[in-house]
């Protein structure tokens, strides 16, 4: 292989998976499993399914429980440019007695609202892409 061929293949960055925390990092769970009926919202989320407390989602496996959040990608983009403002949001998120759960979304907290994630933006709201909620 030439040799600067070879050296522009080595400064090329690694693609990998997102990382996944494998501790949880909030407290409130002793004695609590999360499950079908456990009183949490599933999330399908990257071919698995987390449950949703307190803004984490949560994935337990192997006597642990993960700590995951929604990337930024494609599908739930975060970017101005790249998402659709919500036109028919008929009140704005993020006022006293919010009824809608909140999830991490890359670095930001989202609302999720009728299988969507609602970022409050100024005086408008993002749409960040749709997230399948599995039925209780």
Known sequence: MHRSLYSALL?????????????VLHGGHDGHAH??????????HAGHVDYLHDGHL?????????????????????????VA????????????????????HGDHMDFV???H?????GDHTDDHGVVKLVGA
């Open 11 to 23: 400064a090329l960055p690694l693609i990998s998976a997102p990382v996944m925390a494998h501790e």
């Open 113 to 115: 609202h009728d299988g």
């Open 35 to 44: 499950a079908k009926g456990c009183g949490h919202q599933a999330i399908d």
């Open 58 to 82: 949560h994935h337990a496996h192997d006597g642990h429980v993960d700590e995951h959040v929604i990337e930024v990608s494609d599908a739930n983009p975060d970017a101005e440019e790249l």
């Open 85 to 104: 403002r919500v036109t028919t949001d008929d009140h704005p998120h993020g006022h006293a007695g919010e009824e809608h759960m909140t999830v991490q």
């Open 117 to 121: 994630l609602h970022h409050r933006h």
